[in-house]
């Protein structure tokens, strides 16, 4: 599966594509007051992008175990220093809606917490590499 994020970005111009396997999705995200670049940090992106995984990962691993989910809240939170510095002290928190036992919601949520995708990759480390760069 390849995931993809894109984004074109002139004065007070600014959109947001992401894809998996080609299948393409816009979302809506204003730009920046001054009117280059968006009104969302890459930061906030980040962190967004754990919420969204882990919060996917709840409902799938949920049904897996026949586990009704009625809603589900995952907050995180970074420190970020200055320009260059990388994020620290990656943490998150998670509120669970069902009528299942405390102990299976307990065990959902450390399970989803071991498979979540972006967490492990995260936890892992990657490199980021820069493929190609193009002058207009």
Known sequence: MEISASIKSSLNRHSVTVATNGSEKQLQIAPREAGYGSSVNGGEMLLLALATCY???????????NINVESVEVTSFADFGGPGEPGSNFRYEVRVTSNAS?????????HTDEVAEIHNTLRQGVKVNLIHSHNV
């Open 102 to 110: 405390k102990a299976e919601i307990e065990e959902l949520v450390r």
């Open 55 to 65: 919060c996917n990962d709840i409902y799938r691993e949920a049904a897996k175990r």
